[in-house]
C-alpha cells in the first residue's frame, strides 16, 4: 500500500514539522511495516514553472512534420522578465493557455537535461512539456494544458503538479487490512502522532428507498451486504482532474477514465472495493448468487472463465456479469460512450473471495481487499462518496432511488481483565490507559476491573482477549518493553551423553579428522549410488509432505550420501587428501505407523497421545567417517601412506577407547563396501557382541557414482547405541615399574581368518599377564603354501608385583598359542 503524505494530511492534522521518515517510523512502530519511502519529483530539478503561450506560429517541415514556435511569458523566472522561445511539436494548445515549462538548467527523468539550443531553425530555450515527460503518466500525444486558475506566469508548478509529495510505502500483513486504505494508514498516524483524526466515512446518506435499481440477494451469507446508486447525464469525456490522477499514481493505480478512477480513488480512500457498470448496458434487476456449474463469464481482463459452483457472481437477466469481489464482466463495463452508471458497494465473505481469486488465478485490488476482510457498514457512505464525485467532477445528476440490501453482521463481544496487557507485555499498563487505547483503535468499551469490548467493523482480525493485549501494546510502544534480564536457574552443567559425544568430537579431531554437517534429505538415487538392494531396511525412509527439493523428498536413513557428497567436493576443490567425520541423527520410521490428528478444542487422551509417540520415527545418532587420499603425508621423510580400510576401523576403535568401550571386529558384506574390505564392528558387552555398524572400503562402482576417488574408505556405526555401554570416566592405565618380557609368535592360518579374532584368541590364552597383543607382520606366498597367510605377534608380558621368569612367559606363550591352535587351525611356524 502507498500512502501520499497529502493525502493523509487530508485526514489527520500531523504536526506542520513532522518529517516523512519520522512519520514512517512511527507508523512501523503500530505494525504496519515499512517497504521504501517515495519522493517522486526527485529526479526534476531546475526551473519549472509556469507559462501562457503568447504567440503560436505553425511550420511546416520538408520531413512532413509541423512545428510550431512560441513565445511564452514564464514572468521573472527566467531573470530577465521577457517572453521565452520555444519550438514544439505538439499541438493541442493555443496563445493564452497555461503550460508547464522547464527552462535551461532543469533536468527531467532519466537525466534529461535542458539547455538552449538551435533547431529546426530557431534558438529554443526550454521545453513545453507533456505529462511523459515529466513522469507523470503515458500520454505523450500532446502537452499539458494547466486551468486558469493554476496560478501566474513564473510561478514554480510543482506544488500544483504534487511533484514533492513524499509517498510511504507499506508492506500490509493479512491481519491488518484496514492498512489498504488512506482512511486506516490516517487513523494509525493519528494514533502515532496525538493528531486529530476526521474519518472519511462518516458522512450524511440518504436513506434506502424503493425507487432504487431492483437487487436480489440468492445468497446472504456471501453477500451481506449491496447497495446501488446510479447517476445520469454523466459526461464520458470529462477528464480526471490532475490532483486525483496524481494520488492514484502515487498510490501505485494507473489512471484509465473518470468514471474508473473515481471508483478507485474512493477506494483508496475507505478501503472498500467499489465497482461501476453501464447502466444502459443492464437488463432486468441484478442478483447475486451461487454460480450453476460450467457456466461463462468474461471478465474486465478480456478472458473467458469456466464458473465453479462455489464461486459468487452478479447477474441480471442476460447471465453473469460479475465475478463477485474480484472482478466485474466484460458485457457492462464502463466504456468511452458510457453517460449512465450504476454504483455497487457490497461486501462479500472473505474466505469466498479467496478461494475464488485462488481458484481462478486471478488477482486484483478489489479481491485483495475484500478477501482479507473489509468494514461492512461503510458501503452507504462509499456509494455515496462515489456518487458525490461523479456529480462533482462528471457532471452527472444523482438519481433519488438508494437501495440497500441486508445488514452488516454483527461484531462478537470480547471480555478481558483490565491488568491483561500488563501482565502479558511486562509494562506498567493501568486499566485507564487500557481504556483509552482500545476506544483510540475504534472499539466499544464498557466495565472497570473487567472490560467488555465490541472491536470496530474495520478489524475482523480483532476475535479475542490477547488481540486486544496487542492492540494496547503497539498504542504503548513496543519500544517501552523493558528489559529485564530472567534470574538464571541453577545449572546442572552438560549432560553425561552431551560429554560422552564432546569427548567424541575431541577425540577424532584430535586424529586429524575434520567435522562437517550435512543436510539430512535424499532422494532415491542416493540409495541407488550407494548400491543399497531394494529390499534393504535404509531403504525405508520417512517422506516429506513438503520437501525443500523435489529431489531430495526423504529424511535420510544414513549419513554416507552427505558424507560422500561433501568429500566428493572437497576433492573437486583441490583437497586431495581428506578425512572427514559426522555425528547426526538419522530418521528410521516405523512401517506401517500412522501419526492421528489430534483436536484442538482439548487435550489429547493418553491413548491418542501414545498413538502419536508410537508413530514418531526414532532419531538415533550415528557417526560417520571418511578417507581419502593419503593418511601419513609424503615428504622429504620419505613415502606417505594411503589410507585402507584399516583406518576406518581405527578410526571408530579410537573413539570406542575414548568412552571405555571394547569392540569386536569380524569380516562381513554390506553394501556400499566391497565385500572382501567390509568389517562388521560390535560392542564386547555382558550379553554378547552387540552390532554397532560398518567400516571399510567402498565398493568401486559406489566410488564412481558418488564421485569420490577410488579406493575411498568409510565407516558409519550407531554412535547412540555405542554410547550406551559407555563409562563416563575412563579409568587411567596402570603402569607397573617392573621390566616388560616379550615374546614374538608366527601362526599359519587359513586366509579367510580374520587377524582380529587370531589376536584376540592369543590375547585370551596368554592370560592376565598379557600387557598387549600386536600384529605386526603378514605374509602369504609359496613358502606358506596357497591359500594360507603367517600372521607375526607381538606379545608383551608384564606383571604388578614382579619380574617375571622365562618359564612364566614361556608358559604363558605356550597356552596362548595352544588355543589359537584349538580354536582356528593355526599351526606355529
Not at 440518504?206 to 431492483?214: C, E, H, M
Not at 473467458?304 to 437477466?317: C, K, M, Q, S, Y
Not at 579431531?509 to 549410488?529: I, R
Not at 566428493?568 to 501419526?595: I, M, Q, W, Y
Request: net charge negative; glycine share 10%; proline share 8%.
Amino acid at each position: 500500500m502507498k500512502a501520499p503524505l497529502s493525502w493523509i494530511r487530508d485526514y489527520v492534522d500531523l504536526p506542520a514539522d513532522v518529517t516523512v521518515e519520522a512519520l514512517a517510523a512511527r507508523l512501523t512502530a503500530l505494525g504496519l511495516k515499512l517497504e521504501a519511502l517515495e519522493k517522486p519529483g526527485a529526479d526534476i530539478t531546475g526551473p519549472l514553472v509556469i507559462g501562457r503561450v503568447l504567440t503560436q506560429e505553425p511550420e511546416p517541415q520538408k520531413n512532413g512534420k509541423t512545428i510550431n514556435w512560441c513565445t511564452v511569458d514564464v514572468g521573472d523566472a527566467n531573470g530577465t522578465g521577457e517572453p521565452q522561445g520555444i519550438v514544439c511539436g505538439a499541438h493541442n494548445f493555443g496563445p493564452g493557455d497555461l503550460v508547464v515549462v522547464v527552462l535551461p538548467g532543469g533536468v527531467l527523468p532519466g537525466g534529461f537535461e535542458i539547455s538552449e539550443r538551435k533547431t529546426y531553425g530557431h534558438l529554443s530555450a526550454g521545453m513545453i512539456c507533456s505529462a511523459k515527460e515529466l513522469g507523470l503518466g503515458d500520454d505523450h500525444t500532446g502537452i499539458i494544458v494547466l486551468p486558469p486558475d493554476a496560478g501566474e506566469p513564473g510561478d514554480s508548478v510543482r506544488e500544483y503538479l504534487l511533484l514533492d509529495d513524499d509517498v510511504i510505502e507499506f508492506e500490509i500483513n493479512p491481519d491488518r487490512a484496514y492498512a489498504l486504505s488512506l482512511r486506516g494508514v490516517a487513523r494509525d498516524a493519528a494514533l502515532g502522532t496525538g493528531g486529530t483524526f476526521t474519518d472519511p466515512a462518516l458522512r450524511d446518506t440518504p436513506a434506502p428507498n424503493a425507487d432504487g435499481y431492483p437487487v436480489e440477494i440468492d445468497d446472504p451469507e456471501g453477500c451481506p451486504v449491496f447497495v446501488a446508486r446510479t447517476v445520469s447525464g454523466f459526461d464520458p469525456e470529462a477528464p480526471t482532474p490532475r490532483w486525483m490522477a496524481r494520488r492514484i499514481q502515487h498510490a501505485g493505480m494507473r489512471p484509465i477514465s473518470l468514471a474508473v478512477d473515481i471508483t478507485n480513488y474512493v477506494m483508496l480512500e475507505l478501503g472498500h472495493p467499489i465497482h461501476g457498470y453501464d447502466a444502459d448496458k443492464l437488463s432486468g434487476p441484478i442478483r447475486v448468487r451461487r454460480a450453476n456449474e460450467g457456466e461463462k463469464l468474461t471478465t474486465l481482463d478480456g478472458v473467458v472463465r469456466t464458473l465453479a459452483a462455489e464461486d459468487l457472481v452478479v447477474t441480471d437477466d442476460s447471465g453473469p456479469i460479475g465475478l463477485g469481489g474480484v472482478m466485474g464482466g466484460e458485457s457492462t463495463e464502463i466504456s468511452a460512450t458510457t453517460t449512465n452508471v450504476l454504483v455497487e458497494v457490497a461486501s462479500w465473505n472473505p474466505v469466498s473471495m479467496f478461494r475464488t481469486g485462488k481458484r481462478h488465478k486471478l488477482t486484483s485490488e478489489a479481491g485483495k481487499r475484500n478477501e482479507r476482510g473489509v468494514d461492512p457498514t461503510i458501503p452507504e457512505a462509499a456509494a455515496d462518496r462515489v456518487v458525490e464525485l461523479l456529480v462533482e467532477l462528471g457532471g452527472a445528476t444523482a438519481d433519488a432511488g438508494v437501495t440497500k440490501v441486508g445488514t452488516a453482521p454483527g461484531r462478537p463481544t470480547i471480555t478481558i481483565a483490565a491488568d491483561l496487557p500488563a501482565r502479558i507485555t511486562g509494562m506498567e499498563i493501568s486499566a485507564a490507559t487500557t481504556r483509552e487505547n482500545l476506544v483510540a483503535v475504534g472499539c466499544l468499551v464498557s466495565g472497570d476491573d473487567t472490560l467488555t469490548v465490541v472491536p470496530p467493523p474495520w478489524r475482523p482480525d480483532i476475535t479475542d482477549p490477547f488481540d486486544l493485549v496487542e492492540e494496547v501494546a503497539r498504542v504503548v510502544g513496543y519500544d517501552n518493553v523493558p528489559s529485564v534480564l530472567p534470574p538464571a536457574p541453577a545449572g546442572r552443567g552438560l549432560t553425561p551423553e552431551q560429554l560422552l559425544r564432546r569427548r567424541v568430537g575431541r577425540t577424532l579431531a584430535g586424529a586429524g579428522f575434520v567435522e562437517v554437517l550435512t543436510f539430512p534429505f535424499v532422494g532415491e538415487s542416493a540409495f541407488d549410488a550407494l548400491s543399497i538392494p531394494a529390499e534393504d531396511v535404509r531403504r525405508t525412509a520417512l517422506r516429506l509432505a513438503n520437501p525443500l527439493s523435489a529431489e531430495a523428498p526423504l529424511m535420510t536413513t544414513t549419513l554416507l550420501p552427505g558424507m560422500l557428497e561433501a568429500l566428493a567436493r572437497n576433492v573437486g576443490r583441490g583437497s586431495t587428501d581428506v578425512a572427514l567425520f559426522e555425528a547426526a541423527p538419522v530418521t528410521l520410521p516405523h512401517v506401517g505407523a500412522v501419526a492421528p490428528i489430534l483436536p484442538v478444542d482439548r487435550r489429547p487422551t493418553d491413548g491418542e497421545w501414545d498413538d502419536l509417540n508410537k508413530a514418531l520415527p526414532d532419531q538415533p545418532v550415528h557417526l560417520a567417517l571418511v578417507l581419502a587420499g593419503e593418511r601419513e603425508l609424503s615428504g622429504w621423510w620419505g613415502a606417505g601412506r594411503r589410507a585402507t580400510w584399516s583406518d576406518a576401523i581405527e578410526g571408530v576403535r579410537q573413539v570406542a577407547d575414548a568412552v571405555g568401550v571394547t569392540l569386536s571386529v569380524d569380516a562381513a558384506q554390506q553394501a556400499p563396501w566391497h565385500p572382501g574390505r567390509c568389517a562388521a564392528i560390535s560392542v564386547v558387552a555382558e550379553g554378547g557382541p552387540v552390532p554397532i555398524g560398518y567400516a571399510g572400503e567402498l565398493h568401486p562402482r559406489v566410488c564412481v557414482a558418488t564421485g569420490v576417488p577410488a579406493r575411498t574408505v568409510a565407516a558409519e556405526i550407531d554412535l547412540s547405541r555405542l554410547l550406551q555401554h559407555a563409562v563416563a570416566i575412563v579409568p587411567a592405565p596402570e603402569f607397573s615399574t617392573f621390566p616388560v618380557a616379550k615374546e614374538d609368535v608366527a601362526l599359519l592360518v587359513a586366509l579367510d581368518v580374520p587377524a582380529e579374532a587370531v589376536a584376540a584368541t592369543l590375547r585370551e590364552g596368554a592370560g592376565e599377564l598379557c600387557e598387549s597383543v600386536r600384529l605386526f607382520d603378514v605374509y602369504t606366498g609359496e613358502q606358506v603354501g596357497e591359500g594360507n597367510r603367517s600372521l607375526a605377534f607381538a606379545l608383551r608380558f608384564r606383571a604388578p608385583d614382579r619380574t617375571l621368569t622365562e618359564a612364566e612367559t614361556g608358559a604363558a606363550r605356550a597356552a596362548a598359542v595352544e588355543l589359537a591352535a584349538a580354536r582356528h587351525g593355526a599351526v606355529q611356524r
